[in-house]
């Protein structure tokens, strides 16, 4: 998991990812948005997302009340946040912030539109990873999960980030995502407790071929499957399922 100051933000035994955010681009189509502002419509198999012109207002309905304030940049990065749905004028993104689960209307004058053909889904009960591009399954890996005390959260979340490594036990990056514990409010001290998707940290054996409970929330993977995700670019969903 990570956290406020991304220095004690992740909790798989997570201990701390350094101030330094790392930018890995993956493949996203730019979708022409014209004049008349019709409603945007992601190709076929992928997920439409919308990246902030700053820090910008969330609204509880179309045309409501401002009800949350959305960063510019969220530990560094940009805010780019998967569509949910849309509304003439307006789109429902999710939000990296807790509560888990968070969405708000955006303007969509507010936002640029791009698209992500890829989708990660955890499964918890099998702890098994897959990677989907254009809906279909293109990857698959077994993986470490929190434990039963500390368990991962379930939900639909997204890459938020990437993140340098603190340390070779994390493997070649860090994608941190939107979700956060339900166990642990405050890692570290850092403030908050997020999931994020990295290396093994010296747990090879124990996930093994068929993966295991061994972190504090964070999703854990072999050096060389988590290298499968370097492509997967911010505001791609991430669903955590128990079933």
């Not at 507010?110 to 955890?122: E, N």
């Not at 254009?134 to 938020?160: E, H, Q, R, Y």
């Not at 407790?193 to 061994?214: F, S, Y």
Request: aromatic content about 6%; charged content about 10%; some cysteine.
């Amino acid at each position: 998991m990570l956290a406020a100051s991304l220095a004690a933000l992740m909790l798989a035994s997570c201990s701390s990812i350094g101030g330094s955010h790392q930018t890995v681009h993956g493949t996203t189509h730019h979708l022409r948005h014209p004049f008349a502002r019709t409603l945007p419509v992601a190709p076929r198999g992928t997920t439409l997302v919308a990246t902030t012109h700053g820090a910008i207002s969330g609204y509880s309905a179309p045309g409501g009340s401002p009800a949350v304030q959305i960063p510019a940049t969220w530990h560094g990065a940009v805010s780019s946040l998967p569509v949910v749905r849309a509304s003439p004028g307006w789109v429902d993104v999710r939000l990296a912030q807790r509560p888990n689960g968070s969405t708000a209307w955006v303007r969509d004058t507010d936002v640029t539109f791009t698209s992500t053909p890829y989708k990660i889904l955890i499964d918890l009960k099998t702890t098994y990873l897959v990677l989907f591009k254009d809906d279909k399954p293109t990857f698959g890996a077994p993986l470490g999960i929190g434990t039963v005390s500390d368990p991962t959260p379930t939900g639909n979340f997204f890459v938020a980030f990437f993140s340098a490594p603190p340390s070779s036990g994390y493997g070649s990056f860090v994608i941190v995502s939107s979700g956060h514990s339900n166990a642990i409010s405050d890692w570290e001290s850092s403030g908050d407790a997020l999931m994020a998707i990295h290396g093994p940290l010296g747990a090879d054996a124990e996930i093994g071929k068929l993966g295991a409970r061994v972190s504090h929330g964070c999703v854990r993977l072999h050096v060389a499957d988590l290298l499968h995700l370097r492509n997967v670019p911010a505001g791609s969903p991430i669903d955590v399922v128990a079933s």
